[in-house]
C-alpha cells in the first residue's frame, strides 16, 4: 500500500511539475521574427502615424489585412504565438518606428495556455497601457477579445473571466476600445461555428477573418 501511495503521490508531483507556468516564459522565444520586422523597416522604410497591429499568430496570420482595411494605412506586427507579456517586452521595437495613432491588439490566450490566470492576464493588458504612456505616446488602443475556438472550447470559462475583466479595464479609459468578438464566432446555440475556423479548430478560415474584418474595420474608422 506505501508504495502505491508513494506512486501516486511522486505522478501528482510530476504533473505539478509539467503545469504551465507563464512566469517561466522564455520572452525572447521570437526575437528572429522581430529582428525580421527591424530588417523589413530598415529596407522599405517606416510610415508615421499609422495603425499598428500586434498580437499572436491570429493577427500574424491575417493577410488580408490591408485589403480588408480598404487603405487605410496598417501595418501587421503580429508574431508567433505571442502573449501579452511578450508584447510589451518588444513594445518600443515593434511600435516607435511607427509612432501610431491606433494600437490594435488581439492577445491573451496564449497567456492563459502559458498558465496565467485571468487576473494576470489584465494585469499584462494594464502594463501594455502602461507602455504607451512611457513611450510618450498618446496612442489610442483598440483590443480584439480572446475568441471561443473548438480546440480550446474546454477553457471558455476562463478565457471570458479574462475578457470581462480587460474589458473593466477598457471602458475606464476612453482611449480604449473593446471589441466582443465572440458573439460573431458562434452559433444560436452559443457554440463555435466550425467554418469560421481551419482544420485544426483554432487558426481562423477566410470566413473567420471575414467576421473580423466586419466587427473591427468601423471600430477602427472611428479611432483612427
Known amino acids: 500500500m506505501k508504495s502505491i501511495a508513494y506512486c501516486c503521490f511522486a505522478l501528482i508531483f510530476i504533473l505539478a511539475g509539467c503545469k504551465p507556468n507563464i512566469d517561466k516564459l522564455d520572452k525572447n522565444r521570437f526575437e528572429e521574427e522581430i529582428v525580421e520586422f527591424e530588417r523589413e523597416n530598415q ?5 508615421k502615424g499609422i495603425i499598428v497591429f500586434v498580437g499572436d499568430a491570429a493577427i500574424k ?5 490591408e485589403r480588408d482595411f480598404g487603405g487605410m494605412p496598417v501595418k501587421n506586427r503580429g508574431f ?4 501579452i507579456r511578450e508584447i510589451n517586452h518588444y513594445f518600443r521595437r515593434l511600435t516607435d518606428p511607427f509612432q501610431p495613432e491606433v494600437l490594435v491588439m488581439h492577445a491573451g490566450e496564449s497567456d492563459l495556455l502559458e498558465g496565467a490566470t485571468p487576473a494576470q492576464v489584465k494585469e499584462a493588458f494594464e502594463g501594455f497601457l502602461q507602455q504607451i504612456v512611457i513611450s510618450n505616446r498618446a496612442s489610442r488602443v483598440v483590443y480584439i477579445s480572446i475568441m471561443p475556438s473548438p480546440a ?3 477553457r471558455w470559462p476562463e478565457i ?3 475578457n470581462a475583466l480587460i474589458k473593466q479595464v477598457a471602458d475606464a479609459n476612453d482611449r480604449v476600445e ?3 468578438i465572440g458573439p460573431e464566432m458562434l452559433d444560436s446555440n452559443g457554440q463555435p461555428i466550425p467554418q469560421l475556423y481551419q ?6 478560415s477566410a470566413a473567420g477573418y471575414a467576421r473580423w474584418s466586419g466587427a473591427i474595420v468601423p471600430v477602427v474608422e472611428r479611432m483612427f
Open 152 to 154: 480550446i472550447w474546454d
Open 80 to 83: 508567433g504565438t505571442a502573449t
Open 43 to 47: 529596407y522599405q522604410g517606416a510610415r
Open 199 to 204: 482544420q485544426d479548430g483554432h487558426s481562423l
Open 61 to 65: 496570420n491575417w493577410t488580408t489585412l
Open 178 to 180: 473593446f471589441v466582443d
Open 160 to 162: 471570458q473571466q479574462a
